[in-house]
């Protein structure tokens, strides 16, 4: 009881902070000041249906991104793949893949991937385009480690998580590169099934594009939509004289504090309630609030709400999430399905599908 008041205080003075913050927010807003914001679509369909409301559950692969530590809680090897049909036909995929090893603690490693259909290029000369195209992609590879600190009979369990990753952003010829680390700690605090959990995420120095067409005077690249087919059309390049000059942009880091606590475990029947609050840096706060319904541990109901404080309340297209989840049991692999709805305002709706695996 006392381990448990220990955190719940250290955790009250870490979140006084972020209620101040939250206060100047109504003067200073920070929306759009970070870049690569594709790190802040959380993987997982399952995670998605909860409403983001994971730093505490955090009991599957995914919590890779989520939080670290829960990877502690896992038994057995698990691998899992999310593809998400994101907004403006964007696509979507994460891999996750996690191995306890006895007596070290649990690794895992992640691949995120973001692409968006090719564009025409187009200039003020021709405004309809050149007939030339240009790609955009982001991606980010982690790697993981957590590992149970200690553990003790009234059911009080601490753990530390670590995630390392590298980041890349590509724009036509311009590109970006960067590494952050999140960190998250788990706490089941032993009073009946109430844990607590806590991470930091995207933890890095800020980045800056860079590439050829940025100078001046650089030809016009691209795919050449013809017959004649060539990646770059010849063109007389003259000498470059200057070179337009980009900003550092920080990464979006976020604050995740989160409880979780199962309402009914009677056999059959298993429900559990989650709440997340985020602190980001570029924007104002948001609470994350998820319910999870299984029967006999093989099918899942997921209802999840997601709400934004401060003044951007008023201009957030997030909210309702609703999700399906079922558990196949084939020779000793358990085989995951799940799938989620985001509702998005005007911006329409968002689908997930996560296909897991442990064995």
Request: glycine content about 10%.
């Amino acid at each position: 009881m006392r381990n448990t008041t220990y955190v719940l205080l250290f955790t009250l003075l870490l979140t006084l902070p972020v209620g101040a913050l939250c206060r100047r927010a109504h003067a200073v807003t920070n929306v759009g000041t970070a870049g690569a914001q594709f790190l802040k679509i959380g993987p997982g369909a399952r995670v998605d249906s909860l409403g983001g409301a994971f730093g505490a559950l955090a009991n599957d692969v995914t919590t890779i991104y989520w939080n670290p530590a829960g990877l502690s809680q896992l038994t057995k090897t698990s691998f899992s793949d999310t593809h998400t049909i994101w907004l403006a036909d964007i696509r979507y995929n994460y891999l996750a893949f996690a191995t306890p090893i006895e007596k070290i603690g649990t690794l895992g490693a992640s691949v995120t991937f973001l692409n968006v259909p090719d564009m025409e290029i187009t200039t003020l000369a021709k405004p309809d385009g050149t007939g030339l195209w240009f790609s955009a992609w982001d991606a980010a590879v982690s790697v993981a480690y957590s590992r149970q600190l200690y553990e003790r009979e009234s059911g009080v369990r601490l753990s530390f998580g670590v995630n390392a990753k590298y980041i890349h952003q590509q724009i036509h010829r311009e590109s970006a590169r960067g590494v952050a680390i999140d960190v998250g700690t788990l706490y089941h605090t032993g009073w009946r099934s109430l844990r607590i959990g806590m991470s930091f995420s995207n933890f890095g120095p800020e980045m800056r594009f860079s590439g050829p067409s940025l100078e001046t005077g650089a030809e016009e690249a691209g795919d050449l939509r013809t017959a004649d087919y060539r990646p770059f059309p010849d063109t007389t390049n003259p000498s470059r004289k200057a070179a337009l000059e980009t900003v550092d942009f920080p990464l979006p880091s976020n604050f995740r504090l989160g409880v979780a606590y199962d309402l009914v475990d009677s056999g059959s029947n298993f429900l559990t309630v989650a709440l997340d609050g985020n602190h980001p840096n570029d924007n104002s706060e948001r609470i994350n609030l998820g319910m999870e319904y299984w029967y006999r541990k093989m099918a899942a109901i997921r209802a999840g709400y997601k709400f934004r404080l401060g003044p951007e309340r008023s201009n957030d297209e997030e909210g309702l999430t609703l999700g399906l989840g079922l558990h196949l049991n084939v020779a000793a692999t358990l085989l995951s399905l799940d799938y989620a709805y985001a509702d998005f305002g005007h911006l329409q709706q968002a689908h997930r599908v996560s296909l897991g695996l442990k064995f």
